[in-house]
């Protein structure tokens, strides 16, 4: 079973407008962060975001804010106010700890966000 | 300035030629991983080190070696690279369990 579920291959936003990406997890483990990773067309990986499975309140950095909702697994990534260079592919990663060998950030196949004019 | 640094940017090789992308990193930490990355499937862990002398498997380490004789440097070697080993590759690194990993800038690897 997939561990990081990103549902939307695609999505599509008008400049300004918010947009939610979908991401759901899965682990047994109590103690884990969920991280979100942005990939521009020039191929790097930047970190935008986490949250660790004890925080009590949604992770936010400026213009991006993790929709955390622990009982359904999910960490959706909510960007405010897009721009054209939010153009990119979005990834979704876990790391699973309290377990020396789970110490792998698990992707999920990413969702590919395209800002509009 | 703190990063992940790969090379080399882009490598076009031939099947059974070996092969080596560094990774060196001026952080200190402890937890270095190589991962691929493809159409359709996402980024793959191929192997991972917590600390010096040793190294771990991932999911998707056929193929694939690591060496970690220093804290700073991960190599990957490819010994006999195969046409399925076309893909991006990425270097990371990273301290606690809890903490973001960063990447390199990645290497686009063709065997042909």
């Known amino acids: 079973a997939q561990k990081i579920t990103q549902t939307q291959p695609g999505m599509f936003v008008q400049e300004k407008e918010a947009v939610t990406l979908d991401c759901t997890y899965d682990?047994?483990?109590?103690?884990?962060?969920l991280f979100w990773y942005k990939q521009p067309s020039s191929g790097e990986m930047i970190f935008l975001i986490y949250?660790?499975?004890?925080?009590?309140q949604n992770a936010t950095e400026g213009r991006y804010s993790l929709n955390f909702q622990k009982a359904r697994k999910s960490a959706n990534l909510v960007i405010s106010a897009s721009q054209l260079g939010d153009s990119a592919m979005y990834f979704c990663?876990?790391?699973?700890?309290?377990?020396?060998?789970?110490?792998?950030?698990?992707f999920g196949k990413g969702t590919t966000l395209s800002v509009s004019s | 300035e703190a990063q992940v640094t790969q090379n080399p940017r882009y490598l076009i090789t031939v099947t059974g030629k070996k092969l080596t992308v560094t990774c060196s990193q001026n952080?200190?930490?402890?937890?270095m991983s190589w991962y691929r990355q493809d159409p359709g499937l996402g980024l793959r862990q191929i192997y991972y080190?917590?600390?010096?002398?040793?190294?771990d498997k991932g999911d998707v380490p056929e193929g694939y070696k690591v060496s970690r004789k220093e804290k700073r440097n991960f190599p990957l070697i490819l010994e006999s690279p195969s046409p399925n080993q076309t893909s991006l590759y990425f270097c990371?690194?990273?301290?606690?369990?809890?903490?973001?990993?960063?990447f390199g800038n990645g290497t686009r690897l063709t065997v042909t």
């Open positions: 952080m200190n930490h402890e937890y």
């Open positions: 990663a876990m790391r699973e700890g309290g377990n020396q060998a789970g110490t792998a950030l698990i």
């Open positions: 080190s917590m600390n010096v002398e040793v190294t």
């Open positions: 682990t047994s483990d109590p103690s884990y962060g």
């Open positions: 949250q660790g499975s004890y925080d009590q």
């Open positions: 990371a690194s990273g301290q606690q369990i809890n903490s973001p990993l960063h």
